[in-house]
């Protein structure tokens, strides 16, 4: 799994998701902008995280999944599962 670059800030954090709410989008293909990372926490339970045509990775609240820019991918969450997403930037380059 990548690690989040050292340069990026915080900029946004999604409310926490359930299988009730988690955003449909969220389970289908789909990439950040460029430049936008993210980090995904579980709160409870666990999710599978998706890149498309690479790897799948099983995300707990022991572990947290990251993002690349503009990289397709998705989840699935197992049942009561609670998650959020942060998204991070670079200030100086990407001024969104």
């Known amino acids: 799994m990548k690690t989040l670059p050292d340069n990026l800030t915080l900029y946004k954090s999604t409310r ?4 009730q709410t988690v955003p449909q989008a969220l389970l289908h293909n789909h990439t950040t902008k460029d430049g936008v990372w993210a980090k995904i926490t579980v709160e409870k ?7 498309a045509g690479d790897k799948t990775y099983v995300i707990t609240t022991e572990t ?4 690349e820019p503009q990289v397709l991918h998705y989840v ?3 049942p009561d599962t609670s998650f959020f997403i942060e998204f991070y930037h670079n200030p100086i380059t990407n001024l969104s």
Do not use: A, D, K, W
């Open 16 to 19: 926490l998701f359930t299988n």
């Open 64 to 67: 947290h999944g990251v993002i």
């Open 76 to 78: 699935h969450l197992n």
């Open 45 to 51: 339970g666990s999710l599978e995280y998706t890149i």
